[in-house]
Antibody
Framework: EVQVVESGGGLVQPGGSLRLSCAASGFTFSRCWMHWVRQAPGKGLVWVLSINPDGSRTIYADSVKGRFTISRDNAKNTLYLQMNSLRDEDTAVYYC????????????WGQGTLVTVSS | QSALTQPRSVSGSPGQSVAISCTGTGSDVGGYNYVSWYQHHPGKAPKLMIYDVDKRPSGVPDRFSGSKSGNTASLTISGLQAEDEADYYCCSSAGGYTYVFGTGTKVTVL
C-alpha cells in the first residue's frame, strides 16, 4: 500500500523551531517529487513546499521562504520539514503528500501532524 | 499568489447534481491543464478526486467529473450520495513548480 505518515508536530513558542518527518512506504520514494501542504484551523489547504526526487531542487511558497527548509533522505524513505522562526500564523495541520503518478497533483496524503505556535 | 475562488458552500438532495466552480487567472487555472480536485473529510487525509482537469484516478466513482473553461474549472458530482458530504478543494499549477489551492467548498447532502 502506498502510504505517507507524518510525525513531529507539537507545541512550540513563537520564534522557536520544529522538525517534521514524513515516512514513505509502498513506492519508490527516490523517484518521486514530494510536497508539504498545510491547513490552519478553520481555513483551507495551502501549498507550502515541494522537493524533486534527488533533493537538488526545492520550491517554496513566499510565506515560508527563508524560514522553512524541505529536505529528504532517500536511503531512509523520509521527507523532512525544518521550521525555524515560527510565527503564530504557522499554526496548522501539516500534510505530507506524494506527487501523483502523472505529476501536478498530490496523492496520497498523510493524516497530518498538528503544529501549534503559542506562548 | 491569491487563493482560487470557490463558493463557500453548495448543497443538494440525494440523487441530485451539484457543481463547484474554481476561478483563477491566466497565470494558474487558465494557463495550465493541471487542475486537480480533493475531497477532504475533516480529520482525515485529503483524497485526490480529479487530476489534469478531467481525469479520474482509479477507484473514484464516475459520478465525479471535472471540466475547465478559460480561467474557471468546475467539479460536478452527479447522483449525490450521503458519503459525498465533505469539503472540496481545487488546486492548480501556478508556474515554476508552484501550486495554488482554492478557498474550499463545503458540500452538504440534504
Amino acid at each position: 500500500e502506498v502510504q505517507v505518515v507524518e510525525s513531529g508536530g507539537g507545541l512550540v513558542q513563537p520564534g522557536g523551531s520544529l522538525r517534521l518527518s514524513c515516512a514513505a512506504s509502498g513506492f519508490t520514494f527516490s523517484r518521486c517529487w514530494m510536497h508539504w501542504v498545510r491547513q490552519a484551523p478553520g481555513k483551507g489547504l495551502v501549498w507550502v513546499l515541494s522537493i524533486n526526487p534527488d533533493g537538488s531542487r526545492t520550491i517554496y511558497a513566499d510565506s515560508v521562504k527563508g524560514r522553512f527548509t524541505i529536505s529528504r533522505d532517500n536511503a531512509k524513505n523520509t521527507l523532512y520539514l525544518q521550521m525555524n522562526s515560527l510565527r503564530d500564523e504557522d499554526t496548522a495541520v501539516y500534510y505530507c503528500a506524494k506527487d501523483w503518478v502523472s505529476g501536478w497533483s498530490f496523492d496520497p496524503w498523510g493524516q497530518g501532524t498538528l503544529v501549534t505556535v503559542s506562548s | 499568489q491569491s487563493a482560487l475562488t470557490q463558493p463557500r458552500s453548495v448543497s443538494g438532495s440525494p440523487g441530485q447534481s451539484v457543481a463547484i466552480s474554481c476561478t483563477g487567472t491566466g497565470s494558474d487555472v487558465g494557463g495550465y491543464n493541471y487542475v486537480s480536485w480533493y475531497q477532504h473529510h475533516p480529520g482525515k487525509a485529503p483524497k485526490l478526486m480529479i487530476y489534469d482537469v478531467d481525469k479520474r484516478p482509479s477507484g473514484v466513482p464516475d459520478r465525479f467529473s471535472g471540466s475547465k473553461s478559460g480561467n474557471t474549472a468546475s467539479l460536478t458530482i452527479s447522483g449525490l450520495q450521503a458519503e459525498d458530504e465533505a469539503d472540496y478543494y481545487c488546486c492548480s499549477s501556478a508556474g515554476g513548480y508552484t501550486y495554488v489551492f482554492g478557498t474550499g467548498t463545503k458540500v452538504t447532502v440534504l
